[in-house]
């Protein structure tokens, strides 16, 4: 059964500076939320990270790599199939190459690889 998104029915208000309010526009614009999830996520404690444009197009990158190196397996597998002999070529451990990279992709994306570390519970606002 799909959830139901929340529906906020009480209104909380406040005075900013326009300094403030400027950057909290910023910061939820970078993030790609409104300024209210972005109040409502920091007070309950939610991490506001954002993720440099860098760090997506080595993604992406890193996507295109991981779709030919499984292109250039699925040719070798499949010309061994047919009793061909296919070019010579390194011996390459494709799994692992693979599982590497989509490791890579989520450190660029996530900023970790996996493992629980104590840097991953700090705040990334800037004072």
Not at 19 to 38: F, N, P, R, T, Y
Not at 59 to 83: D, F, Y
Request: aromatic share 6%.
């Amino acid at each position: 059964m799909p959830v139901k998104p929340k529906q906020y029915i009480v209104r909380f208000e406040m005075l900013l500076t326009k300094e403030i309010l400027e950057h909290w526009q910023a910061l939820a614009d970078k993030v790609g939320i409104s300024k209210a999830e972005l109040v409502r996520r920091s007070m309950a404690g939610c991490r506001i990270k954002t993720i440099p444009e860098a760090n997506w197009q080595c993604c992406w990158e890193l996507l295109k790599i991981s779709t030919s190196i499984s292109q250039i397996a699925q040719a070798q597998e499949s010309a061994i199939n047919q009793g061909l002999t296919p070019p010579p070529i390194n011996p390459i451990p494709f799994q692992e190459l693979a599982t590497e990279i989509s490791r890579l992709r989520a450190q660029l994306i996530l900023g970790t690889d996996g493992a629980n570390n104590e840097a991953e519970n700090t705040d990334d606002w800037e004072n």
